[in-house]
């Protein structure tokens, strides 16, 4: 696969590296001189030193062949227009850009990049879940965040332990898998629960607290 | 442009207040962004419009600016991405109807030309205007 990466800093190094290790075939391009020539001797990678929305110097980094162009400066404009000149000039087939404001990734979606993600939303999605839910593990969005997937593990005190699966009032989740003391159990309607099992629960995005309130009682 | 108008303009330096000014006195409605506070020093005494400090291209300072209401925006920053992006948000975004944006690189305008975004390339008008007086001149070219 052959990968074009527009950044700087730690960022653009570290994920560099992690793709060359994977055998990628990868192009750098930073905006500073300096960090150009330390990140060619440190990666084996092209490395190109200019401006990544310029065309001329996403030509040169043979865009024209890129499978993927991720666009992960600080600067939400020049990540929108590199992805924009990449795809519509030369015909990048996947574009991916980092979004400092959260409420440009609707309007980069919008304007035709492929995956847009904001490291504001993500680390503040994270930290949200570290404080708020201590036994709920793990609440991943999938399908563009409008399902949620999670691993909670149920307390002596939970109001579902001792509950069969029918018996439990869920609105918009269901309980995909029961594990206990190590072993999967697929679930059925008459499923008792018991303290120390681990659910994994898929709900809908505005409805997993509801369902956290249905099994574990108060989760604040 | 007889009936007065809603009109934003993005980036006061010397054309985003030299514009800002005219369509002000102009008598249509200005609303003009600049990131730097200082650069409202620029407008004429006369502008009568509002100024909104902050980077436009962060959706909350558009929304500030009215641009929902607007007929017309410019992007005239001396960033040639900020003037695209912004461009693209105010048409896409907010359905504003006349929307130009100012690209100094004429190969970036020639891209965004062909997806349907008017541009103005100083760039390019130069390199015109130049070429034009020198084809006149019998001394320089046949």
């Known amino acids: 696969m052959r990968v074009i990466v527009i950044g700087q800093d730690k960022l653009a190094y570290f994920l560099g590296k992690h793709f060359v290790a994977k055998g990628y075939a990868l192009t750098l391009i930073t905006s500073r001189h300096e960090e150009a020539l330390a990140l060619s001797h440190k990666l084996q990678a092209s490395v190109l030193h200019g401006d990544g929305s310029e065309p001329a110097v996403l030509e ?7 499978d993927v162009l991720l666009a992960l400066t600080g600067q939400d404009e020049d990540n929108l227009v590199a992805c924009q000149v990449a795809q519509k000039r030369f015909g990048v087939p996947r574009t991916i850009a980092l979004v400092n404001d959260p409420a440009n990734q609707a309007v980069f979606k919008r304007l035709g990049v492929s ?14 879940q570290q404080t708020d839910y201590k036994d709920i593990k793990a609440l991943v969005p999938v399908a563009d965040g409008d399902v949620h997937l999670a691993e909670v593990t149920l307390q002596f005190d939970s109001p579902a ?3 069969s699966l029918k018996d439990l009032n869920l609105q918009a989740a269901i309980i995909a898998c029961i594990v206990r003391q190590g072993t999967v159990m697929i679930p059925k309607g008459d499923s008792q629960l018991q303290e120390g099992d681990r659910l994994i629960v898929i709900s809908q995005a505005g409805a997993y607290e509801a369902a956290y309130q249905v099994i574990m009682g108060d989760i604040s | 442009m007889a009936k007065t108008q809603e009109m934003v303009v993005v980036g006061c330096g010397r054309l985003g207040s030299l514009l800002a000014s005219h369509l002000s006195n102009a008598g249509h409605n200005v609303v003009i962004v600049d990131a730097r506070e200082a ?54 975004m907010f359905e504003v109807s006349t929307v130009i944006a100012r690209v100094y690189d004429p190969t970036r305008e020639a891209i965004y030309k062909e997806f349907g975004i008017d541009t103005i390339s100083p760039t390019q008008l130069s390199a015109d205007a130049l070429l034009n007086i020198l084809h006149q001149s019998p001394l320089v070219m046949p």
């Open chain 1, 60 to 66: 040169d980094a043979g865009a024209y062949r890129a």
């Open chain 1, 161 to 163: 332990v001792g509950q």
């Open chain 2, 39 to 92: 650069a409202f020093d620029q407008l004429s005494a006369e502008f009568s419009g509002f100024t909104v400090v902050g980077d436009a291209t962060e959706m909350g300072v558009l929304e500030q600016s009215r641009i929902h209401r607007a007929d017309c925006l410019l992007a005239v920053t001396d960033q040639d991405n900020i003037n695209l992006m912004v461009a693209q948000v105010a048409r896409t």
């Open chain 1, 115 to 128: 995956v847009v993600f904001s490291a504001t939303e993500i680390l503040g999605q994270l930290i949200e």
